[in-house]
């Protein structure tokens, strides 16, 4: 926190539709009073060393700042540099992803009343990026799981269950199948489960779970999920569909020192540039860094704003079937601000 009172917060905007959400949710926080300084970085990758990296100067900014909002990166398809995002989560061991799913009252979708919360171990796993080939036409793809990585994301996963009043941890795996690894998340879910009396502990198998998923969302609203990197990422997903798409769905990505909250989405080529997007998940994402931050009451005042004008349905985004741009859209959101 500055002499202003402001804290300073770290901004990627992003490529495709990245800066056009992120200047909604820099007209709507100017418009709430929200004490945060916007801190611009640029994290188009360099080459040092032979290795792609994040420019010194994001990276000194995101570890000043301790939180930074962050836009969608692109990431070319198999060739070229790893994956910004996966570096951004490495440089600074962002170890959980949190993507909490809830239905939005009064926007209809085939689901009600779906308030799902899932945590992803978000550095090791399928995503190892430890990739070769053994001969031409052979390729070998290995997943790592530690158990240092595993106790990690599953202590916090039993930790934020506690801190939003959830009663039930519940691992999701493949033990069955990959023995080995998904045995090691397992096992250690289980150890995990005796520092954490008062949290219910259990555990389900992946196909169950989305099957179980698009069956009855709503027994799982009373649990928080925890499991390895790539059913994450796909559940996840799953669960943004079951409420009404990427266009609403938010994440905070925790580390021990720092913490970067972004949309789930990636950055939509396909509508960049025509002020289409829907800027809902980057400011949902940005709702939770304020609550992390303990600006709730900031929160609250823009959630009730953002729920409100989406109930309404007058000026929604074309992906929630609407015909309003990006910046009507935040208009509307500013003037539904309790002032
Ligand atoms: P995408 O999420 O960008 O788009 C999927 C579909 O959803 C598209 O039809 C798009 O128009 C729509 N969509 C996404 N966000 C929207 C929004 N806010 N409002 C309205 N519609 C929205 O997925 P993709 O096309 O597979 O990926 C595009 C690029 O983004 C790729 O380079 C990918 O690597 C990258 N990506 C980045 C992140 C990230 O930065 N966290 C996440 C996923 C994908």
Not at 193 to 215: Q, Y
Request: charged residues 25%; glycine residues 8%.
């Amino acid at each position: 926190k500055g002499n202003d009172g402001k804290y300073t917060v770290t901004l990627i905007e992003g490529d495709g539709i990245g800066p056009e959400i992120a200047q909604s949710v820099k007209d709507i926080y100017s418009a709430a009073n929200v004490p945060i300084k916007w801190e611009s970085v640029d994290v188009t990758p360099r080459l040092k060393d032979g290795k792609t990296v994040i420019p010194d100067e994001a990276i000194d900014s995101v570890t000043k700042n301790y939180v930074a909002l962050k836009g969608p990166l692109a990431t070319p398809v198999g060739k070229g540099h790893v994956s910004l995002n996966l570096t951004l989560r490495r440089t600074f061991n962002l170890f959980a992803n949190v993507r909490p799913c809830k239905s939005i009252v009064g926007y209809k979708t085939p689901y009600d009343g779906v308030d799902t919360v899932l945590i992803r171990e978000n550095t090791e796993g399928e995503y190892s990026g430890i990739e070769h080939v053994v001969v031409d036409g052979v390729v070998q793809s290995i997943k790592l799981i530690t158990r240092e990585a595993s106790e990690r994301v599953l202590r916090f996963a039993f930790q934020y269950a506690e801190e939003v009043g959830r009663k039930k941890v519940r691992a999701v795996h493949k033990a069955t199948i990959m023995k080995m690894s998904d045995g090691l998340f397992l096992s250690t879910a289980r150890n995990v489960a005796k520092d954490f009396p008062n949290i219910e502990f259990d555990a389900e198998l992946l196909d169950n779970t989305c099957l179980k998923m698009v069956t009855d969302p709503t027994p799982y609203n009373d649990k928080v999920l925890v499991m390895p990197n790539l059913y994450g990422d796909i559940l996840s997903d799953m669960c943004a569909g079951l409420i009404g798409g990427l266009g609403l769905t938010p994440s905070g990505n925790i580390g021990d020192e720092c913490s970067i909250f972004e949309a789930v989405h990636g950055s939509a080529p396909d509508i960049a540039g025509k002020q289409l997007a829907n800027p809902t998940a980057l400011l949902l994402s940005s709702m939770m860094m304020l609550q992390h931050m303990g600006l709730n009451e900031y929160a609250d005042n823009i959630q009730s704003a953002i729920f409100k004008t989406i109930a309404e349905g007058k000026t929604i985004t074309g992906d929630l079937g609407g015909k309003s741009k990006t910046y009507e859209f935040a208009d509307a959101v500013i003037k539904a601000l309790k002032k």
